[in-house]
């Protein structure tokens, strides 16, 4: 790792100037979790590290809050994955949230590990990891995973990079319906739907999201819960202490009557970005629940799937995974 | 003193007979089972728990010497190639650094991606690092191969060119030097019993099995890191502070180097984290850390310190070797008929991919067995020694194969077991944890899950152990001073490589002197202490503890002469001594302390070593007159049949060791041998690529390693043994415990599921198919490495 600098600015607009002049050179710390990763891994040699958690005022207090308002929620970018998993007082309804955030990584980084941090997360695909592999996502010209091993990549919406999504919130909160708040560096924030956070491969191989130099994540807004609403998350790892899932689903539901509707079903670390499964979505809305259609569900939410040779394994082990989340937000016994 | 032929009382519990021993000159009657003993046996903490714990100790990484340059390593990034010109030059003009020095020159052929190329020192690790930069090499690339598969085919590249150098190390016992060499290809010596050709030929064939296992790479990945840090003192005397589990190999590699006396040449070694069989070493297995180290601080002038990062400790220190195994049995009615295992695997660049001595030297009631491994070379860092070299991989396959069988002969996996084995406590430890961990029970249920296709499955497995009592005579030089105030102190240059070998070696001199243990010091970990063995081959406490209670005997007798003289009795004979130890004779008393203070001089000081290994009980090792350490454990896992994902809430470790010299240390050894066993079984394994030739992993987030909620309720029974083998009667227990764990758990998985998952790690992706969840496309084995 290289030196660097730290530096500590007390509002969002002199911190957002900071990082869009320097491009490349310096970049935003939130957790640092990531960032420092990358940096040890000798991916990035940034010279200056600028603080969000130095920002002061209303500001400071909106990144590192969480609030209600109007039934819904608003959780600033800088609450951690710990303080998530943690809170007494969100909604049952946001259970499949509080579940992800409290079964990602460690405690140790759960503890230090932003929500904005962990949305806006690189890769974790193994070429792009190693320092001296230069693939598609670092500019060279073409991804090694599709070739090589790519037992931890993705079976869905990939190509030309197969990466899946790192981030364990992400899918969740896609099934949510939740939206992200961006200060664009200037003057202005926009709200935009979560999905519109992440792009595919296709549109830029070597991004993932589509914020640009110095626009910053604010925070992420939950909507007010529909009627009888619940959620649940489901995810599956090689190692059970500190490590990636291997696959994640989310789903979110109303049920009334003893009929599921307002159905949303997300994958996550399937897809190159939180992955929406309509086709899953279209066979539960407004059915009965039962065990067979929850697997007719899991296979439809697979049906688009194109696994490589290394990771078919991934779609029966979704399909587990999605039964399991439509059982637990179901209420209904799995045997 | 001993006598000609000493009877002994050796054995175990139910089972103890009085041997007559011819001891060895000079002798003590080796503690057996009739021995008493107060300190020895017992649980005692670690005497240094306190300064780990509190961060006091100081590890190799920790030592600062002021002025001292850091040092870095540029590692080759191509598995084969051709050094084309190597140029230090440009670093030595970057900021800090001092010394710049070429490992590899023009002409060589590089072999793995991680080998020596250069290496610098600078005055901060951050300036050594970027340095390498601005080194020029130029390289031109060769055909490789990174796996067994390729690596084996008759037109692979070859890795070496001739006759290939055997690298061991005293982590690797028995075994070993190989045929001849063909490609890539080496057997190395098989071991048979019978005709296991007749046998096969012979078999029906609905009671033969016939299936291939394989295992993957396996890193150590001890905790700190391979290094060392060599300060010159004057143009021919060196001191140097090493992350070793072998300080003497240490001490003769650095002398050899550089032509130096090897008593000029002193080596420290307080605290060490973790070796596992890979730090024998001034170098590591695939970096000559040593040279490297030593020359730069040569040229720099200055102390030099040298570790390495995480991705060389994967890539260059060594590693356990993988291996491919084709395993066939038959069976007639309910008796083994033959064993035939033909196993391919790969040190890299180096030699030693056998896979032990379980399939040959456990079910030995089985009449024809033949074991046959070969070494593969591919293009990678080179095996090593590692817990056990061979036979975790070996276990893994034949117990699970068994296992098959066991189903296809319609017999209870543990009974046949019990009635293959010949060696009567392992029989004893399975009969026993058969009825510890409720199999017959616990079978019935697993089975019923399998019959009601519960998600969630549990299943059962139990499989063996088999090591010996690698002890070594002569080889530890151990001194003990019996001070005039009334302490003790133990003196040899051993490692404690984490064991707690230097509380058991306190409570050996307490008990010859019956003596409080805080009365006692142990000084070890340098050179200047005394000639010690290296911690491998499960050897240290065998060969350390009788010299310390051979000299402690010596010393003890001085002192009784002593006390002789002072209580006004003719001769030593007439003195005894008490449990508080009080000196007693000629109707008159005087303690320790008494005693000890009117030592002549300085103190009283004795120093002896061990004695050849002079019994064998219960049983002896397969081929050497040694005893054998047994072992048995079982283990119980869940599989969830919807991801594939196996979990291991439990495992029975039931394990003999000769004499337990100190229960804490010995079940710390035992944890950490079914911690490592299952990280083993669920998920470590190296990933190379084969389009780079390099490994994917080499780092601890994706290399994975059993974590605190991965790892298993361990249950440990512990079996005395009286061995009548040394003074002392302590055996190993570092690798046994580590043995039998993976097999374990893999035929607990087959019970689960009622299919074999034929390939460690027994991750989702294996269960999954093993389920017939989706249709893995695992190609054939090939013809070529086909028995
Ligand atoms: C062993 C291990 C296991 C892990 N397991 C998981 C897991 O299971 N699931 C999971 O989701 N994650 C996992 N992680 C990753 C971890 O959760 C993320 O690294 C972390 O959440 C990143 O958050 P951070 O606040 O530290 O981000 P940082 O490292 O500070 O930032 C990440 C990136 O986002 C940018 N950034 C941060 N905040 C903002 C903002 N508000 N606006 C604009 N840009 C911003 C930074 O510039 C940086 O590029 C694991 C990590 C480790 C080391
Ligand atoms: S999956 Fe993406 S990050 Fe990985 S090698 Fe391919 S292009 Fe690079």
């Keep these: 790792m290289e030196r660097f600098s ?8 002199e911190t957002s100037a900071r990082v869009a002049e320097g491009a490349g050179e310096r970049v935003i710390r939130a957790g640092g979790i990531d960032l420092l990763d990358r940096m040890k891994e000798g991916l990035e040699a940034p010279t200056e590290l600028v603080e969000l958690q130095s920002i002061g005022g209303e500001e400071g207090t909106a990144l590192r809050g969480a609030s209600e308002k109007d039934g819904g929620w608003r959780l600033g970018a800088l609450v951690t994955l710990g303080q998530i998993a943690a809170m007494t007082d969100l909604p049952k309804a946001y259970r499949a949230l509080q579940v992800a955030a409290g079964e990602a990584a460690t405690p140790g980084i759960r503890n230090a590990a932003t929500l904005g941090g962990n949305l806006l997360q690189r890769p974790r695909c193994w070429y792009f990891r190693h320092q001296d592999m230069v693939c598609l996502k670092k500019g060279g010209d073409m991804c090694y995973a599709q070739t090589g091993d790519h037992r931890y990549h993705a079976i869905l919406g990939a190509g030309p990079s197969w990466i899946v999504h790192p981030s364990s919130t992400a899918s969740p909160l896609l099934a949510l319906d939740a939206s992200v708040e961006i200060w664009d560096g200037k003057a202005s924030t926009r709200t935009v739907p979560i999905a519109d956070l992440f792009a595919l491969p296709t549109v830029d191989p070597e991004r993932e999201h589509t914020l640009s130099p110095g626009e910053i994540l604010l925070s ?8 009888d609403q619940r959620s649940a998350y489901a995810t599956a790892k090689e190692k059970q202490s500190q490590d990636w899932p291997l696959a994640e689903a989310s789903v979110r539901l109303s049920m009334r009557g003893g009929k599921m509707s307002q159905v949303r079903v997300a994958l996550g670390h399937v897809a190159p970005i939180p992955w929406r499964a309509k086709e899953a979505e279209a066979i539960l809305e407004g059915k009965t629940p039962s065990a067979d259609l929850f697997v007719e569900a899991a296979k439809a939410a697979t049906s688009p799937a194109k696994p490589l040779a290394g990771n078919a394994y991934k779609v029966p082990l979704t399909h587990g995974l999605l039964r399991q989340a439509l059982h637990e937000a179901t209420g209904l016994a799995e045997a | 003193m001993a006598t000609n032929k000493t009877p002994i009382k050796v054995g175990f519990a139910g089972a103890l007979t009085t041997v007559k021993t011819e001891l060895p000159e000079g002798e003590p009657v080796p503690w057996d089972a009739d021995s008493k003993l107060v300190h020895v046996g017992k649980k005692v903490p670690r005497i240094d728990g306190h300064l780990k714990v509190s961060g006091k100790a ?10 001292m340059l850091w040092a870095a390593v540029l590692r080759c990034p191509h598995p084969a190639a051709k050094v084309v010109s190597v140029d230090v030059g440009p670093a030595l003009k970057e900021p800090g ?3 710049a020095i070429a490992l590899a020159k023009a002409g060589d052929t590089l072999k793995f991606a991680g080998q020596d190329v250069a290496a610098v020192a600078a005055e901060r690790p951050d300036q050594a690092h970027a340095a390498l930069a601005a080194i020029a090499v130029k390289y031109k690339k060769l055909g490789y191969s990174v796996d067994v598969v390729s690596a084996a085919h008759p037109k692979a590249p070859v890795v070496h060119e001739g006759a290939v150098g055997e690298r ?16 890539n290809v080496r057997p190395l010596p098989p071991s048979v019993r019978g005709d296991v050709d007749k046998a096969m030929a012979k078999a029906k064939p609905e009671l033969t099995h016939a299936a291939v296992y394989t295992v993957p790479v396996q890193t150590h990945s001890a905790l700190e890191t391979h290094g060392l840090l060599v300060r010159w003192d004057g143009a021919d005397r060196m001191t140097v502070w090493a992350s070793t589990q072998s300080i003497f190999s240490v001490r003769d590699e650095m002398a050899a180097t550089f032509g130096l006396d090897k008593d000029k040449v002193r080596v420290v070694t307080e605290f060490l984290g973790g070796g596992f069989g890979a730090k024998f070493g001034a170098s590591a297995p695939g970096s000559g850390l040593g040279y490297i180290a030593g020359e730069l601080a040569k040229q720099a002038k200055a102390p030099v310190k040298l570790m390495c990062t995480r991705a060389d400790e994967h890539v260059c220190t060594g590693n356990r070797p993988d291996a491919i195994q084709q395993v066939k049995l038959a069976a007639k009615g309910k008796a083994l008929l033959a064993i035939d295992v033909t196993s391919h695997g790969t040190a890299g660049v180096g030699t030693g991919a056998g896979v032990g001595r379980n399939a040959f030297g456990i079910y030995t009631k089985c009449p024809n067995v033949r074991v046959t491994s070969y070494d593969v070379f591919t293009n990678g860092g080179p095996g090593t020694a590692m817990r056990a070299p061979g036979h975790p991989q070996g276990a893994f396959a034949i117990e699970l194969a068994l296992d098959e069988l066991a189903a296809k002969m319609g017999v209870d996996p543990l009974e046949l077991r019990i009635d293959h084995d010949e060696h009567p406590l392992r029989v004893k430890q399975f009969e026993r944890g058969g009825e510890t961990f409720g199999w017959a029970r616990k079978r019935a249920e697993s089975a019923k899950m399998r019959a009601g296709n519960a998600r969630i499955r549990h299943g059962y497995g139990v499989a063996a152990s088999l090591w010996g009592d690698f002890g070594r005579a002569s080889a530890a030089v151990a001194t003990v001073s019996v001070k005039p105030n009334a302490t003790i102190e133990v003196k040899n240059g051993v490692q404690d490589i984490g064991t707690g070998i230097v509380t058991v070696l306190a409570q050996v001199a307490a008990e010859v002197f019956r003596r409080p243990l805080s009365t006692v010091t142990v000084k070890y970990g340098d050179s200047e202490f005394g000639p010690s063995v290296g911690s491998g081959g499960s050897q240290t406490t065998s060969s350390v503890t009788p010299a310390i209670r051979n000299a402690a005997e010596q010393a003890k007798t001085q002192l009784t002469a002593r006390a002789a003289e002072l209580l006004g009795v003719g001769s030593a004979e007439e003195v005894t001594w ?7 004779g000629g109707g008159k008393s005087m303690t320790f302390a008494q005693v000890c203070k009117k030592i002549e001089g300085e103190a009283i000081v004795a120093t002896a070593s061990r004695a050849r290994t002079y019994g064998t009980a219960p049983m002896a090792f397969p081929g050497a007159p040694l005893p054998q350490i047994a072992g048995v454990q079982f283990a119980e896992v869940t599989v969830d049949t919807w991801t594939g994902v196996v979990r291991v809430p439990h495992v029975l470790a039931l394990h003999d060791c000769g004499r337990i010299m100190n229960e804490l240390t010995v079940r710390s050894q035992i944890n950490g041998g079914v911690i490592l066993g299952t990280s083993y079984a669920l998920m470590e394994q190296r990933v190379m690529d084969n389009d ?5 992993n080499p780092n601890l987030d994706c290399y994975k390693i059993l974590g605190a909620e991965d790892t298993p309720a361990i249950d440990i029974e512990l079996f005395d043994v009286y061995t009548g083998a040394n003074s002392t009667g302590a055996a190993g227990i570092g690798e046994p415990a580590t043995i039998p764990t993976a097999a374990a758990i893999a035929c607990a ?6 299919a074999p998952v034929r390939s460690l790690p027994l991750t989702p992706n294996r269960v999954l198919a093993a389920l017939g969840a989706y249709e893995a496309k695992e190609p054939p084995l090939p013809d070529h490495l086909r028995a």
């Design chain 1, 220 to 227: 992420v807004q939950l909507p007010a819960p529909v009627a």
């Design chain 1, 6 to 13: 730290i530096v500590r600015l007390a509002t969002l607009k």
């Design chain 2, 692 to 696: 780079f030739g390099r490994m994917l």
């Design chain 2, 97 to 99: 650094v001092k010394a």
């Design chain 2, 749 to 754: 998985v087959f019970d689960a599921i009622g």
């Design chain 2, 58 to 67: 100081k590890y190799t990484y920790d030592i600062h010497l002021p002025g």
């Design chain 2, 578 to 584: 008490d449990d508080e130890g009080t000196a007693h």
């Design chain 2, 168 to 183: 061991r190390t005293e982590g690797h016992v028995g075994e070993g030097g190989g045929g001849t060499l063909q490609g």
